[in-house]
């Protein structure tokens, strides 16, 4: 980049100039600025009863599109509400809920294009199931059995689909966000007309890889929406004890990114924000950061009891502003919901989500020469020798390992 | 002696040592009110107020950088990552301060004071990033020592060396044994010495040698090969770093054999620098090859993670390859 003062140049996009004077206002008091001096306010369209507020922006959207966004909630609440059922019966050794969140998740995947790469956290199973990810696929990650795309390395819910442009979810917190930003960088370079949403949580933004990604692709104008569920609690951390300032979105700011705070529990605000967002991404070639204000009704996960951090009447006060029953209303009053095919819709799910599990539960796990592959992009020497000699070993001992012992193939 | 899971014997170290020692200051991600999300911090912040037991923002560069600073300034940190795989991110502070804060100012600051505790390990069903064993990585950092618990007693021994030892310490534990291992525990104040190896069980034939949770592995194994008559002595290594040399040679001169179990990947394994070792001290000692008995050189998987696993049957067929060598 060349030049002082005006307007610089990256590879034909323009950028403002961050010469670090420029533009200073000078004071001759000392200036505390103090958190609060900037007031991000959050937007809302529906109230929530699911009235619109009278002089709300309202986002385009037809009875199609909200139908999809309304039966993909219903979809993920009965699929959440099987899945940690098939946990405590011992049938998956793990899952993690996203209630409360489905207006955040769902209204924000909604408002991209299918090209889109969307990176997640691990609580965005309803991105997923929006793109059109469907129950057998769900059950074969969480049954980690061959049909698995990613080969049933991971726990349940790391899922990832590259058709779908899902990336396969990583459990070490953050490590998604400055990815997006060079993910994001490549889609622009390429001239794609597509964009990447990272998901995260208020938690993870604590995390040094957050700050990286945040001001990497602002300096790299990178198009890409950091879009961050505020859900109040990372497992225990409640998110006083995470941060001090005004939420996340007042971090946008120190990084010179355009944010929106939304009403994550509004899915028409969520959707709108997300769609405005894009735009600003593509058309710009910059980041934005939304934050989505929302509250994690679900348990961490499986392996969490709520009870142990947080009082059942500030769970009631969040179940009163469900995002589901709020857009539900809504679509009542447009006259978009005929409640007895909503009803034969829900039980459908029901009945698919059962005879899925059943299936996926039946089919085998990878054969053991899968347990090589994919650490290089062919085996090398050393771990083709290991592989031989644990097939040699399994054959010896069949009963100690049962789900791969009777497919050996020696060769 | 009360009868305590390791969980337990390690909730009592702490109350123990910030009982006796007001500098003691345990933190971590989860640790404050809830108590950890394997409770080993439960009542802590409720006996000792929020000043010297909280919860951290999720950031564990953030954790032991900050660690790092206070025990610099004379504290005495306890601090928490809450699974081993996660410790990355704070990487470069230890690696490159913690271990590094003495030598680099001619021992006028040090971090000496500070405990790192996590818990590490497989079989868990934890899949990639819920199983891993690095202690090798930290193994190779001069400048700080490694401790790994067996069992309860051994845990809260172990812990309040730990504590009280002037070198930064990575305390790992299994947690796979957090619930699964219960034995009687001491509710006095007692240390196990750090840099000393145990010897579990004495043997003639060949000395067997793990840490963590692999020590019950290779017992299970001995079992087996003493019915074949072959007579295991069971070493638990305890500190990765600085490990007991003399104590492994000694019974390697003894036995002629070793064999050496690890959870994590084979390649560049704390069994290899121990194999470097032994044989220096031991050539002429061997009556074959020192064995290792690992994990495979892949990422640590989750369908296929009872093949993974260095368990007991590999080992009691390790042991016989290695007497009929
Ligand atoms: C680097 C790293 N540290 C710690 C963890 C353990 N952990 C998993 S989820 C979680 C809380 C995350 O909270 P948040 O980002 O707010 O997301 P939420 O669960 O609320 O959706 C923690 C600490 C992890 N997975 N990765
Ligand atoms: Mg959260």
Same mark, same amino acid.
């Given at each position: 980049?060349?030049?002082?003062?005006?307007?610089?140049?990256?590879?034909?996009?323009?950028?403002?100039?961050?010469?670090?004077?420029?533009?200073?206002?000078?004071?001759?008091?000392?200036?505390?600025?103090?958190?609060?001096?900037?007031?991000?306010?959050?937007?809302?369209?529906?109230?929530?009863?699911?009235?619109?507020?009278?002089?709300?922006?309202?986002?385009?959207?037809?009875?199609?599109?909200?139908?999809?966004?309304?039966?993909?909630?219903?979809?993920?609440?009965?699929?959440?509400?099987?899945?940690?059922?098939?946990?405590?019966?011992?049938?998956?050794?793990?899952?993690?809920?996203?209630?409360?969140?489905?207006?955040?998740?769902?209204?924000?995947?909604?408002?991209?294009?299918?090209?889109?790469?969307?990176?997640?956290?691990?609580?965005?199973?309803?991105?997923?199931?929006?793109?059109?990810?469907?129950?057998?696929?769900?059950?074969?990650?969480?049954?980690?059995?061959?049909?698995?795309?990613?080969?049933?390395?991971?726990?349940?819910?790391?899922?990832?689909?590259?058709?779908?442009?899902?990336?396969?979810?990583?459990?070490?917190?953050?490590?998604?966000?400055?990815?997006?930003?060079?993910?994001?960088?490549?889609?622009?370079?390429?001239?794609?007309?597509?964009?990447?949403?990272?998901?995260?949580?208020?938690?993870?933004?604590?995390?040094?890889?957050?700050?990286?990604?945040?001001?990497?692709?602002?300096?790299?104008?990178?198009?890409?929406?950091?879009?961050?569920?505020?859900?109040?609690?990372?497992?225990?951390?409640?998110?006083?004890?995470?941060?001090?300032?005004?939420?996340?979105?007042?971090?946008?700011?120190?990084?010179?990114?355009?944010?929106?705070?939304?009403?994550?529990?509004?899915?028409?605000?969520?959707?709108?924000?997300?769609?405005?967002?894009?735009?600003?991404?593509?058309?710009?070639?910059?980041?934005?950061?939304?934050?989505?204000?929302?509250?994690?009704?679900?348990?961490?996960?499986?392996?969490?009891?709520?009870?142990?951090?947080?009082?059942?009447?500030?769970?009631?006060?969040?179940?009163?502003?469900?995002?589901?029953?709020?857009?539900?209303?809504?679509?009542?009053?447009?006259?978009?919901?005929?409640?007895?095919?909503?009803?034969?819709?829900?039980?459908?799910?029901?009945?698919?989500?059962?005879?899925?599990?059943?299936?996926?539960?039946?089919?085998?796990?990878?054969?053991?020469?899968?347990?090589?592959?994919?650490?290089?992009?062919?085996?090398?020497?050393?771990?083709?020798?290991?592989?031989?000699?644990?097939?040699?070993?399994?054959?010896?001992?069949?009963?100690?390992?049962?789900?791969?012992?009777?497919?050996?193939?020696?060769? | 002696?009360?009868?305590?899971?390791?969980?337990?014997?390690?909730?009592?170290?702490?109350?123990?040592?910030?009982?006796?020692?007001?500098?003691?200051?345990?933190?971590?991600?989860?640790? &404050?009110?809830?108590?950890?999300?394997?409770?080993?911090?439960?009542?802590?912040?409720?006996?000792?107020?929020?000043?010297?037991?909280?919860?951290?923002?999720?950031?564990?560069?953030?954790?032991?950088?900050?660690?790092?600073?206070?025990?610099?300034?004379?504290?005495?940190?306890?601090?928490?990552?809450?699974?081993?795989?996660?410790?990355?991110?704070?990487?470069?502070?230890?690696?490159?301060?913690?271990?590094?804060?003495?030598?680099?100012?001619?021992?006028?600051?040090?971090?000496?004071?500070?405990?790192?505790?996590?818990?590490?390990?497989?079989?868990?069903?934890?899949?990639?990033?819920?199983?891993?064993?690095?202690?090798?990585?930290?193994?190779?950092?001069?400048?700080?020592?490694?401790?790994?618990?067996?069992?309860?007693?051994?845990?809260?021994?172990?812990?309040?060396?730990?504590?009280?030892?002037?070198?930064?310490?990575?305390?790992?534990?299994?947690?796979?044994?957090?619930?699964?291992?219960? &034995?009687?525990?001491?509710?006095?104040?007692?240390?196990?010495?750090?840099?000393?190896?145990?010897?579990?069980?004495?043997?003639?034939?060949?000395?067997?040698?793990?840490?963590?949770?692999?020590?019950?592995?290779?017992?299970?194994?001995?079992?087996?090969?003493?019915?074949? &008559?072959?007579?295991?002595?069971?070493?638990?290594?305890?500190?990765?770093?600085?490990?007991?040399?003399?104590?492994?040679?000694?019974?390697?001169?003894?036995? &002629?054999?070793?064999?050496?179990?690890?959870?994590?990947?084979?390649?560049?394994?704390?069994?290899?620098?121990?194999?470097?070792?032994?044989?220096?001290?031991?050539?002429?000692?061997?009556?074959?090859?020192?064995?290792?008995?690992?994990?495979?050189?892949?990422?640590?998987?989750?369908?296929?993670?009872?093949?993974?696993?260095?368990?007991?049957?590999?080992?009691?067929?390790?042991?016989?390859?290695?007497?009929?060598?």
């Amino acid at each position: 980049m060349v030049n002082f003062g005006g307007v610089g140049y990256i590879r034909g996009f323009m950028v403002d100039e961050r010469n670090h004077l420029s533009d200073v206002g000078i004071s001759h008091k000392v200036n505390v600025i103090d958190k609060g001096t900037v007031d991000i306010p959050m937007l809302q369209i529906l109230q929530p009863d699911g009235s619109v507020h009278s002089d709300a922006d309202m986002p385009e959207i037809d009875k199609e599109a909200a139908l999809k966004i309304f039966r993909t909630m219903h979809y993920i609440r009965v699929l959440d509400e099987r899945m940690v059922g098939a946990q405590r019966q011992g049938r998956i050794s793990f899952y993690l809920a996203c209630s409360g969140e489905e207006a955040s998740i769902i209204g924000s995947a909604a408002a991209l294009s299918d090209n889109d790469m969307i990176m997640s956290q691990y609580r965005e199973q309803g991105a997923l199931a929006y793109r059109g990810y469907r129950t057998e696929q769900f059950m074969n990650q969480m049954f980690s059995n061959k049909l698995d795309p990613n080969k049933g390395r991971q726990m349940p819910i790391h899922y990832g689909d590259k058709a779908l442009n899902f990336m396969t979810i990583s459990s070490p917190l953050g490590t998604q966000i400055p990815q997006a930003a060079g993910y994001a960088y490549g889609q622009k370079m390429a001239g794609n007309e597509a964009l990447t949403i990272c998901y995260f949580g208020e938690g993870a933004a604590s995390e040094g890889d957050f700050h990286a990604g945040l001001n990497m692709a602002s300096v790299l104008n990178c198009p890409v929406i950091f879009f961050c569920r505020n859900n109040g609690y990372a497992i225990s951390t409640p998110a006083n004890e995470q941060f001090s300032g005004d939420g996340i979105a007042s971090r946008g700011l120190g990084y010179g990114i355009k944010t929106i705070r939304v009403d994550g529990n509004d899915v028409l605000a969520v959707y709108l924000a997300t769609q405005k967002a894009r735009e600003i991404a593509l058309k710009e070639h910059c980041p934005v950061l939304i934050e989505a204000m929302t509250y994690r009704l679900a348990a961490h996960s499986t392996s969490d009891d709520p009870t142990g951090y947080r009082s059942k009447e500030e769970e009631q006060k969040w179940r009163v502003k469900d995002p589901v029953q709020r857009f539900e209303n809504w679509m009542k009053s447009k006259d978009w919901l005929d409640e007895e095919q909503h009803k034969q819709f829900v039980e459908q799910t029901r009945q698919e989500v059962l005879a899925a599990m059943k299936k996926a539960e039946q089919v085998d796990i990878c054969e053991i020469d899968d347990l090589i592959n994919d650490v290089y992009d062919a085996p090398p020497w050393h771990l083709k020798e290991q592989l031989s000699e644990l097939k040699k070993h399994i054959s010896l001992y069949p009963e100690a390992y049962p789900k791969t012992s009777g497919r050996i193939r020696h060769d | 002696m009360t009868k305590m899971n390791m969980l337990q014997a390690i909730n009592n170290a702490l109350i123990t040592a910030m009982t006796e020692d007001e500098k003691v200051m345990v933190f971590g991600e989860d640790v &404050g009110h809830f108590g950890g999300v394997f409770r080993a911090t439960s009542n802590l912040q409720h006996q000792f107020g929020k000043g010297r037991c909280f919860n951290t923002p999720l950031t564990e560069q953030g954790i032991i950088g900050f660690a790092n600073g206070l025990a610099s300034q004379g504290s005495v940190p306890v601090a928490e990552i809450q699974f081993g795989d996660y410790i990355f991110p704070a990487f470069d502070q230890i690696v490159n301060e913690t271990a590094k804060f003495r030598y680099r100012s001619g021992g006028q600051f040090t971090c000496g004071t500070l405990t790192i505790r996590t818990p590490y390990g497989g079989g868990i069903a934890g899949g990639l990033y819920h199983s891993q064993s690095p202690e090798a990585f930290f193994a190779h950092i001069p400048g700080m020592k490694i401790v790994i618990p067996r069992n309860p007693y051994q845990a809260k021994g172990l812990l309040l060396a730990s504590i009280r030892d002037d070198n930064p310490v990575l305390f790992m534990e299994p947690k796979r044994l957090y619930r699964a291992s219960v &034995g009687d525990v001491p509710e006095e104040d007692y240390e196990l010495p750090l840099g000393k190896a145990e010897v579990v069980k004495k043997g003639e034939h060949i000395s067997l040698l793990a840490w963590g949770a692999q020590v019950e592995v290779i017992e299970k194994a001995a079992e087996m090969a003493e019915n074949d &008559g072959i007579s295991c002595e069971i070493i638990d290594l305890r500190s990765i770093l600085p490990w007991d040399a003399q104590t492994v040679s000694e019974s390697v001169k003894k036995t &002629g054999r070793l064999l050496i179990n690890h959870e994590a990947p084979q390649t560049g394994g704390f069994a290899s620098e121990i194999s470097a070792t032994v044989q220096e001290r031991c050539f002429l000692y061997l009556e074959s090859p020192i064995t290792r008995v690992c994990g495979l050189d892949t990422p640590y998987p989750l369908a296929h993670e009872k093949e993974y696993m260095p368990d007991h049957l590999k080992t009691y067929e390790a042991i016989k390859r290695c007497v009929n060598f």
